[in-house]
Structures are given as structure tokens and as C-alpha cells.
């Protein structure tokens, strides 16, 4: 029986995908072979990436002056990626500056990671509320190099409202949890980057959407794997590329376009969410600790007001084991800030999240 998987990442697939790559796995496209089998540098392969980019391309409204990269190492990675390629270093220069908005645990991270390339300038920060917000957007120096935020914020359950206007410094989004969720301006972004595993498929393939004057700036000492123009110029197979990622990514961006791309599942995101806030909204035993106008679409967390604590009691100890006899699971907060959360990617249909609220309605009930 498949579970309604709550998960911040790696989360649920959408059946269809892993029911098609299940038929598909031991001969693709009439190949003979497994994805996992043939290799990247074959006929074979060579259809299976372009049809995820094109589709990545034409999904997601990507202008023609933007590359897409297929990079392993996850998010964390593109925490010194970023740095590394744009941050402007020179031998025997002054370390350059850039802003970094510190909205959770993934963007204090990035900075501290930058933070060896660079001065991270932490220019505002939510930490003082527990980043149960999205602070007003600084202006960055003009000196930047770019300006790094994290879109949507997966631990805590924000989102920023709307984008920070950086005039000509590239502005730099982990659009990790939230890329495809909504339509987005790519424009608007001198570079976006997404570990796969939220809500594209996989663990192991990180999209990385850069514009192309940016490309080609990372100092000679870099290490290959870690530029981007050898990336862009190796059209991401430089090395071995993670080839069963992006052929799940591919199957992945086929399902959504047939169910009418991000317009079709910000509707259909919307709805879910507002459904789950409203249910928290009025109910007198759970509550979201998230500020109105940050919340998130994607992750939503939640607390008792019996225990309103920040670290996991024996009441959400007990609410996550009993949802999860539910078949409804994944619904432990994030380790460091405790409570519950529960995650809607695109692959959730809206009647996980209607379980989700029956199951709270009746412990609510059987603890009153
Ligand atoms: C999960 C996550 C990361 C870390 O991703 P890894 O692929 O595990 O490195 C970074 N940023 C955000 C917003 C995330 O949700």
C-alpha cells in the first residue's frame, strides 16, 4: 500500500513516474537497456537529457541567455559553487563582498560556506524571531558580487512574499524546495539552483540555471568539477553525469507539462495550503508558528498549543507515531527546531492533505 509521505526531501514521487520508470527498467525507449546501464555518452542517453532540459527550458519559461547545468553534490554544494564562480576572486585582490539574507538553517549554512571564499555579508536576518519570518529585503553594496537568498525555506516554512530588487547585482536564489511549485521570472535571477530531491526527483542531480555573462569568472585554481564553464562547455558530462536522476527528472517534467505546468500547480499548491493554514488557523490545539505574509506553499510547520514548545515532546512523539500507523508519514519537524511538519510538493494530491487534517481533527478530539 503506498503511504501519503509528508517528506521535506527526499519526498514522494508522483505514482505515474515511478509506475512508468518501473515498466521502463530494464529496456528503455526499445534500447534493450536500464538507464542505469547504458552509457552517457551514447544515442541512447544523448535524447533522455536533452528532453529534460528542453523540458526544464520550456517549463519553466527559461530565457535563451541562461544555461542549464546538471551538477552532483546536492544543494550543499552550490553553497560553494556560487562563491567560487561568482564571487569575483583575483590572486593577491581584496576579498569581494556579498549579501546574504539569513532566513533559516540552508541560507545561515551558504553563507558560512562562502564565508572562506569572500565576506558573506549577513546584511538581515530572521533569526531573532526564529525565523518564523522573512525580514525586509536590505539593499545590497554596490559592490556585490551578488546577493544570495533562499527562496523558499524548508525547515521553517517560509517564503519570501516577493523578490528583492538588487538592481545590477545578480541575485542568487536556492530555489531547492519550491522550483516548479509556482511560476517564476527566471530573469529576475542571475542564477537559481535546486537539489532535485523536493520536487524534482531523486537525490543526486542538482539544477543549476545560471546566465551566461556569469559563467566563466571562477579563478584558475578551482577544481574542474566545481566550475561552471566547464559544465556549460562539456554540456554537463565533462564526467560520468548522474544519469538515472535526470532521466527520473525528465519523466518527472513530462507528468507536470500533461497536467499544464507551474500555473496548473501554483492553483492546485494554493489550494492545498490554504486549506492546511485555514485548518490550523481555527483550530484551538495546533497552530502554525509562521508569520502570514512569509508562509510557505511547500513545508508547513506545526505545533501544539498544549505544549507550544519548540523541541519534540511525548505529544508529537505520539502524533507522529499514530499518523504514521495512518499510513500517514514523515511528520516529525526538522530535528533542530522540533514540532511537526508537513510537506506538500507537487507530487502530493489535495486528498493527502485532507487525511492529514481528518487525522488531526480526531486526535485533537481524543486528547480534549
Ligand atoms: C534540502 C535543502 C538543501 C540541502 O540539499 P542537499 O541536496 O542535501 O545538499 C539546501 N537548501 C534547501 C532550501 C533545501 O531544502
Known amino acids: 500500500m503506498r503511504v501519503y509521505n509528508f517528506a521535506p526531501g527526499p519526498s514522494t514521487l508522483p505514482l505515474p513516474v515511478l509506475e512508468r520508470a518501473a515498466a521502463e527498467m530494464t529496456d528503455v525507449n526499445g534500447t534493450g537497456q536500464s538507464v542505469m546501464e547504458m552509457s552517457h555518452r551514447s544515442g541512447a542517453f544523448k535524447p533522455i537529457i536533452e528532453k529534460a532540459e528542453a523540458l526544464l527550458r520550456e517549463l519553466m519559461g527559461i530565457p535563451a541567455n541562461y544555461r542549464v547545468l546538471f551538477v552532483q553534490g546536492g544543494g550543499s554544494l552550490q553553497f560553494s559553487m556560487v562563491p567560487l564562480n561568482l564571487g569575483g576572486i583575483e590572486p593577491g585582490a581584496p576579498k569581494k563582498k556579498a549579501t546574504y539574507v539569513e532566513t533559516g538553517i540552508w541560507s545561515k549554512k551558504a ?8 565576506d558573506a555579508v549577513t546584511r538581515a536576518s530572521s533569526k531573532d524571531r526564529a525565523y518564523s519570518y522573512i525580514p525586509v529585503a536590505p539593499a545590497p553594496a554596490p559592490d556585490d558580487a551578488y546577493y544570495h537568498i533562499t527562496l523558499n525555506n524548508t525547515i521553517v516554512g517560509t517564503k519570501w512574499p516577493s523578490l528583492p530588487e538588487t538592481g545590477a547585482i545578480p541575485l542568487v536564489a536556492d530555489i531547492s524546495s519550491c522550483i516548479l511549485s509556482e511560476p517564476l521570472d527566471i530573469s529576475r535571477f542571475g542564477l537559481v539552483y535546486a537539489g532535485a530531491q523536493k520536487n524534482l526527483g531523486p537525490a543526486g542531480t ?14 584558475s585554481w578551482t577544481p574542474a568539477l566545481l566550475r561552471y564553464d566547464i559544465y556549460a562547455a562539456e554540456g554537463s558530462m565533462y564526467n560520468t553525469p548522474p544519469c538515472y536522476g535526470i532521466y527520473i527528472i525528465g519523466l518527472v517534467l513530462e507528468w507536470l507539462k500533461a497536467l499544464g505546468g507551474p500555473v496548473a500547480m501554483a492553483k492546485l499548491n494554493h489550494e492545498k495550503a490554504d486549506l ?3 485548518y490550523l488557523d481555527n483550530s484551538s490545539f495546533f497552530r502554525s508558528p509562521v508569520e502570514k505574509s512569509s508562509r510557505s506553499l511547500m513545508n508547513i ?9 519548540g523541541h519534540r515532546g511525548e505529544l508529537e512523539t505520539r502524533f507522529v507515531k499514530e499518523a504514521e ?17 508537513a510537506s506538500f510538493y507537487n507530487a502530493m494530491p489535495i486528498e493527502g492533505v485532507k487525511a492529514l487534517i481528518a487525522f488531526m481533527e ?4 481524543s486528547e480534549k
Open 111 to 118: 553563507a558560512e560556506e562562502a564565508s572562506k571564499y569572500l
Open 206 to 219: 542538482t539544477v543549476v540555471i545560471v546566465r551566461e555573462d556569469l559563467i566563466g569568472r571562477a579563478p
Open 276 to 278: 492546511f493554514y485555514a
Open 301 to 309: 510547520p506545526f505545533v501544539s498549543t498544549i505544549t507550544d514548545s
Open 325 to 341: 500507523a495512518q499510513g500517514l508519514v514523515n511528520l516529525a519537524g526538522h530535528r533542530l527546531v522540533g514540532g511537526m511538519r
Open 362 to 365: 480526531k486526535f485533537e478530539k
